[in-house]
């Protein structure tokens, strides 16, 4: 036997680059480019040292109640974590267990697979249609759960919600989780639907529509059964996961919709904008919902362009998979960011046409 035998065997999820450098234009995982509301930064500079000294609130009951209360749900209905991967990671395992493989789409949120895999779920991955939308009946055949975010990622491509519906029709006896961390931005809610079926969670994330990535505040909204067993599951694993500085700064950000609303508009509206620039420069790219853009040049490889964006400090991502290989996943940021990506790729283009 060697010390080797005991270890867990894994292959880690790959987070995009967070270069030191604060000099980069930073498009490449999906952050907000504009601060959180300030109301978040006076909720912060309140903050004495009991947040520091005590445990936080176990139940994480004022941040649980603030989520409850915007989307109009009890507090029962609300679990939160520390960020959505957090939730997620706290979803496969609490409803995930009959045995049977889940089923997640090929082209999505690479987490699902490690989490799988660590956790020892099956899983199979189902093939999105040539136009990379995910077709419903693929998911009403036999299965141990599913999981997709809507819009999904890296595509930024949305599902009906009546397609959404269908799938938790169809699979009553097993747990469908809709991961809307993109939601905010295009697509709409199956929190409708929560009511309605008692098989459906709905995930969401402070990290992109609340610039808030780094706090790490998730959460998921379900019926009462399904979030009592989250509950149960995360206090036989760690009872404080979120510290009290994330919970306050949380709370401060869910009562300023005004400014949530406002920021969204604009990175909304930085999207399409974007979208016509690229289109004049010879990309194509699916008509995404989200604050990214995955788009393809009718010309260059998705490599050399990510290559060359990277060695004039603009971060992209690019995915080495079948498939995707000539995408650029682009982060929407500032208006000026994207003039700027789109200036450096006119030249870079038209310089290679000479
Ligand atoms: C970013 C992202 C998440 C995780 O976000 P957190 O920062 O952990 O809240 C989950 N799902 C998808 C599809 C994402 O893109």
Redesign the pocket.
């Given at each position: 036997m060697m010390i080797e035998d005991n270890f867990r065997k894994v292959v880690p999820y790959v987070p995009g680059e967070q270069p030191k450098d604060n000099d980069v234009i930073k498009l490449n995982?999906?952050e907000n480019p504009y601060p959180p509301s300030p109301s978040v930064l006076d909720a912060l500079a309140k903050v004495d040292n009991n947040s520091f000294r005590k445990y936080p609130d176990p139940d994480v009951t004022d941040l649980v109640q603030a989520i409850a209360d915007y989307h109009h749900f009890k507090k029962e209905n609300v679990f939160v974590g520390?960020?959505?991967?957090?939730?997620?990671a706290m979803c496969f395992l609490s409803f995930f267990n009959s045995g049977k493989e889940i089923l997640f789409p090929d082209v999505?949120?690479a987490?699902y697979k490690v989490w799988a895999d660590l956790f020892q779920i099956k899983y199979r991955e189902v093939p999105l249609d040539e136009n990379f939308n995910i077709v419903p009946k693929d998911y009403m055949v036999d299965n141990g759960g599913i999981v997709f975010?809507n819009p999904?990622?890296p595509t930024g491509l949305t599902l009906p919600l009546s397609d959404i519906e269908d799938i938790i029709i169809e699979n009553k006896h097993k747990v469908v989780i809709v991961?809307e961390?993109?939601i905010d931005f295009g697509g709409e809610t199956a929190l409708s639907l929560i009511n309605k079926y008692d098989n459906l969670i709905v995930?969401r994330?402070?990290?992109?529509s609340r610039s808030m990535?780094g706090m790490?505040?998730?959460y998921c909204i379900g019926n009462e059964q399904l979030i009592s067993v989250l509950n149960s599951v995360k206090f036989s694993f760690n009872s404080y996961t979120m510290s009290d500085v994330a919970i306050k700064c949380g709370v401060a950000s869910i009562n300023d919709d005004t400014y949530f609303k406002n920021i969204v508009a604009k990175i909304i509206d930085t999207r399409e904008k974007t979208k016509e620039s690229l289109t004049k420069l010879g990309f194509t790219f699916l008509d995404s919902s989200s604050n990214f853009i995955f788009a393809k040049h009718n010309e260059i490889s998705g490599e050399e362009l990510f290559n060359a964006l990277k060695e004039n400090k603009i971060f992209v991502r690019h995915f080495n998979a079948p498939r995707i290989n000539d995408y650029l996943r682009i982060t929407i940021g500032t208006e000026r960011e994207m003039e700027e990506l789109i200036s450096f790729l006119d030249s870079y283009i038209s310089g290679k046409r000479g």
């Open positions: 995982t999906n520390v960020g959505s991967d957090d939730v997620l999505s949120y987490f975010p999904n990622a991961d961390a993109y995930t994330t402070f990290s992109k990535a790490r505040i998730g």
